[in-house]
């Protein structure tokens, strides 16, 4: 039976840079992911009837809350519910399922690359019916709701059986069960040239993919080990687990750094690869050659036409503002615009709609395209891969070709983890009550707070993290994380742009150590927040 329970408006359920993020023990509380649920749903109309696409990456209280979800979207009236085997869906494999099917939208149950375990983070978000992140509209209303909500609707049926795939019904509402991997793997195979992959396995091309225990494991067994033929132990950590193992399931120098040492060794396969824990990210290594994501999305939009599914070109390129601009000039050389949004995937969303970008890409280790409305790990690598196979080289070569032609923007972002929350908005504040009388100084030729323009619906979001602009593709911006649960997380991300290939050989922490020893300086990011050293480089 649907029953109307009372409840009262929590603090804080306001939506992040992607979904409302959580400490696992914040959304164990009585009501609280009933609470924010029942805020999405009032936040939308006209879904009585329709399909609603549910699933999470796998991590600890996924199972609990995917039924309440159910239980709940049949209360509120939904028609039919879509949820991944386990009530597992990778978060590109959940857009692609809402758009597929032509669902109303998406619950997704994630907290991507924050740790898990019931010490851990947990995290929802709602994807709306272009399979993309919810635009700050609904955002902003689902928020608006959680503060005056008093009562949610729930049935008081028993849990569903989410690891037979089929149908069953939650009063009237049908809940079909699906496999997670089959339309995901059906879609890369339109888009990638599987045969030349395949060939390439063959002919002893090695690749090492970790799935770092999260959720893209069943994904890449299925494509890189089934489909495409590499070798078993191809991938690695590929059982997703509630804890992830233990480790952090972001893929970065730190927490990937196995991978990393792997790819420096002598013994290095020839490409090495690892995802997130909701599989949206990518870490891209070539032996012997750590890709930045810039340079990955740049050198993916310049070489995308090798592979059937972009034969036809691009529309166009967009990155999220502190990404390198190498992509730009791969836009200007196509010439195709190049698109600069606030971070997070929500930006792209009706970019890509309008088809004025089929490749998105963010520094953060996300790139993606009109394919989906998210980022999406494997499919970059499956893009990486079939570029591997046309054109016969090796990493190295094809990334250092890239930089003599282009240019070599060099690149770092700096991370400080978990710091005094107040200390981090005065080191913000303190940049922007200098905005006048900066420029002028150290070479700096302007400095702003950045908004964006959404040139298709128009809507304005500002105070997106300052720049310093030194000219001549040279840049530092510090901005505040929007995915954190303790504290603040300060981002100080450096860029310079060098043409002369003679150059292009350097450290990044060498090339850029002059403007990483200013930034410290100019933000004074010691005073305010007692770090004299970076936890994360990458
Ligand atoms: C971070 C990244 C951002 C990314 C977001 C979600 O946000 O910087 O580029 O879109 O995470 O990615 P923030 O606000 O912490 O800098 V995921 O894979 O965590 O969904
Ligand atoms: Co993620």
């Known amino acids: 039976m649907s029953k109307v329970v009372p409840t009262q408006a929590f603090d804080g359920q306001k939506p992040g840079t992607s979904g409302l993020r959580k400490k696992v023990k914040v959304f164990q509380q009585t009501h609280y992911a009933e609470n924010f649920i029942q805020s999405i749903f009032d936040s939308l109309d006209g879904f009585a009837g329709k399909t609603l696409v549910l699933g999470g990456d796998g991590r600890y209280y996924n199972p609990e809350v995917i039924q309440t979800a159910i239980r709940m979207a049949a209360a509120n009236g939904f028609g039919r519910v879509l949820v991944g085997r386990g009530g597992l869906l990778s978060t590109p494999a959940a ?8 669902a109303f939208g998406g619950i997704i149950l994630s907290a991507s690359h924050n740790q898990g375990g019931p010490e851990g983070d947990f995290g929802i978000k709602y994807n709306t019916g272009n399979g993309g992140p919810a635009p700050e509209r609904i955002t902003d209303a689902i928020f608006a709701h959680s503060q005056k ?24 509402m049908t809940v079909e069960v699906i496999d997670p991997v089959a339309d995901y793997a059906e879609l890369m195979q339109q888009l990638f040239d599987f045969d030349a992959i395949r060939a390439m396995f063959q002919s002893g091309f090695r690749m090492r993919f970790d799935a770092m225990h999260a959720i893209t494991g069943p994904y890449a067994h299925a494509i890189l080990e089934g489909l495409l033929g590499a070798p078993a132990g191809t991938v690695v950590n590929g059982t997703p687990l509630p804890d992830f193992g233990g480790h952090h399931p972001d893929p970065n120098l730190v927490h990937a750094k196995e991978l990393y040492d792997l790819m420096m060794s002598p013994d290095a396969p020839d490409f090495g690869a690892a995802s997130d824990g909701d599989g949206d990210r990518n870490l891209i290594i070539g032996r012997n050659i750590f890709v930045t994501p810039s340079d990955s999305l740049a050198l993916l939009a ?10 036809k070109g691009l529309a166009g390129i967009a990155r999220s503002m502190p990404t390198s601009a190498a992509a730009d000039r791969v836009a200007e050389r196509l010439g195709i615009k190049c698109f600069e949004t606030p971070t997070g995937w929500k930006f792209f969303g009706n970019l890509l709609d309008a088809n004025m970008a089929t490749i998105c890409g963010e520094e953060s280790a996300g790139t993606g395209s009109n394919h989906v409305r998210e980022k999406d790990g494997l499919w970059a690598v499956l893009l990486w891969l079939n570029i591997l196979a046309v054109r016969g080289e090796s990493m190295e070569a094809i990334v250092k070709a890239h930089w003599a032609s282009y240019g070599r923007n060099y690149y770092t972002r700096h991370d400080y983890e978990e710091v005094d929350a107040d200390g981090a908005k005065r080191l913000i504040q303190s940049l922007r009550d200098r905005f006048a009388t900066l420029p002028g100084t150290h070479g700096i030729v302007a400095a702003d707070d950045f908004s964006y323009l959404d040139p298709v619906d128009g809507s304005l979001t500002d105070s997106q993290g300052i720049r310093l602009m030194f000219g001549e593709g040279t840049r530092i911006v510090f901005r ?38 200013l930034a410290r300086n100019i933000a004074s990011i010691q005073a305010h927040t007692g770090r004299v050293s970076p936890d994360v480089i990458t």
Request: glycine share 8%; hydrophobic share 35%.
């Open 95 to 102: 857009s692609n399922v809402i758009r597929k099917y032509q």
């Open 149 to 172: 909500i008093t009562t949610y609707r729930i049935t008081d049926t028993p849990d569903v059986d989410l690891n037979t795939l089929g149908k069953t019904s939650v009063e009237s």
């Open 302 to 311: 310049a070489n995308a036409h090798l592979a059937k599914g972009y034969a």
């Open 480 to 517: 505040l994380s929007g995915t954190g649960t303790a504290g603040a997380t300060l981002r100080v991300y450096i860029e310079r742009y060098e043409a002369e290939p003679s150059r292009h050989g350097l450290d990044p922490q060498v090339a850029l150590a002059d403007l990483i020893t």
